[in-house]
């Protein structure tokens, strides 16, 4: 059980590293034996950090709630990403509320809402029912503002510049 009074946490913004500071977060706490619950909306791809979790055991424990393909933005959003999207939420909730995990990661939740996947009073109603001593953190683009309003820390990744302009494309052990 954690000694400390939990958090809200968000990391936003057009830059690189959201998800890669909250995974640090988790590795941070991993050292001092706390677990983290890593729920990752709209991605269904294998990444290498997922690899690395995998022998953090049973500090960290991750689920992945999103298709093997990339979601278009539009108006009407398929309704299996919006059904993958609230099954995620429930899950993460059922973690959070498991009293198993000190830390409760939501990465690319912020996405998810902008892409309507997830209504952000559904969020609201995630945070309403936090206990005390769990940190959670809310990673992606777009994070609302009534979200930013409520969160206790926000940081805003600005892109100054990225190799991505050069055409460089995503290197295995770097970007994904």
Do not use: W
Not at 93 to 116: C, P, Q, R, T
Request: aromatic share 8%.
């Amino acid at each position: 059980m954690t000694k400390f009074k939990g958090m809200v946490q968000i990391y936003t913004g057009q830059g690189k590293g959201k998800t890669t500071a909250a995974l640090g977060l988790a590795l941070r706490a991993a050292g001092h034996g706390l677990k983290t619950y890593i729920g990752q909306f709209i991605k269904g791809q294998k990444y290498g950090e997922l690899k690395s979790l995998e022998r953090l055991k049973p500090l960290v424990k991750v689920e992945q709630f999103g298709r093997n393909a990339f979601i278009h933005v539009n108006k009407n959003p398929d309704p299996q990403d919006i059904q993958k999207a609230e099954e995620g939420l429930d899950s993460c909730l059922k973690a959070m509320l498991s009293g198993l995990f000190d830390i409760i990661v939501l990465d690319e939740i912020n996405v998810a809402m902008y892409f309507n996947l997830i209504r952000e009073e559904n969020v609201h109603d995630f945070l309403d029912q936090r206990p005390d001593h769990v940190e959670v953190i809310l990673t992606g683009r777009h994070a609302p503002k009534s979200l930013i309003k409520r969160a206790d820390l926000v940081t805003d990744m600005t892109e100054i510049k990225h190799y991505y302009t050069q055409k460089v494309s995503a290197r295995d052990g770097i970007e994904r």
